[in-house]
């Protein structure tokens, strides 16, 4: 069974940083493409940042400049660097993977509240 789990979220005053972090475990035998999303109340998940296998990177254009997207390929982690926050990043951040386990799915984290205050 495959599990990711969130770490990192918090209280933070309006232009500080916090970083998330996401290990993935369970009976994995490769990882492609890396992301992490966000849901605030009352509004759809979107996507925030996303990160293949090589390294390639996408950003929402609301965060390119303050949010970067990391991933450790051998320890199964991936990383969100979230600096200069405001308060419309207030929201509840959720890892997301593709994994190759017994098929092919994407997982989902069980999400991360992240609070920003003005």
């Known amino acids: 069974q495959v599990q990711l789990v969130e770490s990192g979220g918090g209280l933070v005053q309006a232009g500080g940083s916090l970083r998330l972090s996401c290990a993935a475990s369970g009976s994995i035998v490769s990882i492609n493409d890396m992301g992490w999303y966000r849901q605030a109340p009352g509004k759809q998940r979107e996507l925030v940042a996303t990160?293949?296998?090589?390294?390639?990177?996408n950003y929402a254009d609301s965060v390119k400049g303050r949010f970067t997207i990391s991933r450790d390929n051998v320890k199964n982690t991936v990383a969100l660097q979230m600096n200069s926050l405001k308060p419309e990043d207030t929201a509840v951040y959720y890892c997301?993977?593709?994994?190759?386990?017994?098929?092919?799915?994407?997982?989902w984290g069980q999400g991360t509240q992240v609070t920003v205050s003005s």
């Open positions: 997301n993977a593709l994994i190759v386990s017994r098929g092919i799915r994407y997982y």
């Open positions: 990160i293949t296998s090589g390294g390639n990177t």
